[in-house]
């Protein structure tokens, strides 16, 4: 258990599978952390007044990309790994968010959330050919192994529907295939449909519900042009006193990591409140 952990962003396994990078408010508000797996060793990657989420190893293992508000608004910044040198990546000026890089680590994709220009985007490390792939609200990218690909979703919150796409990073076309699931009961601070590629790029896991309501991620295999429906089988999680926020899957696909939600209700009796003495 790494307690109060918070969303990733794309790989939040390191190259070398020994690694977890999150973000927790344990220490007062959203920063980010570095767990190993072996020694169980918990360290601080990053810290100050800032809003720091969505973390993701870069392929080589050696940076943490993540969104900040540092700046302002949030935006994609990147961080060597003994939390040095932390340098911004991208100016979108409102909200970007969810960044993944491809493997030969000549791009980052992520999701732009300025309301008058939203969409999936792409760009350099040092920060610029920013480019627009995919207009319109999405989420939750994440690059394809062979850095060929982009997964991301689209929620229809009006149909209660998720619907996951891909798109080619270096044109921008679409790929005829699409994974639609429906999400009701409707739970807050899960985002059904969120996607990661399986470690060899042949299939794609993502959460949703089972036919009892519970949140769980599921596996898809990949193949453009196909309906893979049929191929769909339970993963992980599907508990029945929690709700899954988020995962991660271990480079070798050994190893499923899971965000939690414990929800709790209760009946409390405010006493002394102004106005009602």
Not at 23 to 38: A, E, K, P, Q, T
Not at 96 to 122: C, H, Q, S, V
């Amino acid at each position: 258990v790494l307690h109060n952990s918070s969303d990733w962003g794309g790989k939040p396994y390191s190259p070398d599978g020994r690694s977890v990078v999150f973000s927790s408010n344990r220490s007062g508000n959203m920063d980010l952390f570095v767990f190993d797996i072996d020694s169980g060793e918990l360290r601080q990657l990053i810290e100050g007044p800032a809003q720091d989420w969505d973390p993701a190893f870069t392929p080589d293992g050696r940076e943490v990309l993540f969104s900040s508000d540092r700046s302002g608004n949030l935006e994609v910044w990147r961080v060597s790994v003994d939390g040095s040198d932390p340098r911004q990546v991208t100016t979108d000026g409102v909200s970007a968010e969810n960044p993944t890089m491809t493997p030969n680590g000549e791009w980052i994709a992520y999701y732009g959330g300025d309301p008058a220009k939203p969409g999936l985007y792409r760009i350099r490390p040092d920060g610029s050919d920013a480019r627009v792939l995919v207009e319109g609200f999405l989420t939750v990218p994440d690059v394809s192994p062979d850095g060929r690909y982009v997964v991301y979703a689209q929620i229809g919150l009006a149909e209660l529907e998720s619907t996951i796409r891909v798109v080619e990073v270096e044109s921008g076309e679409p790929l005829p295939f699409v994974i639609t699931l429906s999400f009701d009961p409707l739970a807050a601070n899960v985002t059904y449909g969120r996607s990661r590629w399986w470690p060899d790029g042949t299939a794609i896991a993502f959460l949703g519900l089972d036919e009892q309501g519970r949140t769980g991620v599921f596996l898809q295999d990949f193949s453009p042009g196909e309906d893979t429906t049929a191929s769909r089988r339970k993963l992980a999680g599907f508990y029945d006193d929690v709700i899954i926020e988020s995962f991660g899957i271990s480079p070798d696909g050994e190893r499923v990591t899971l965000a939690v939600l414990h929800q709790e209700s209760n009946l409390m009796v405010a006493e002394g409140v102004p106005g009602l003495e």
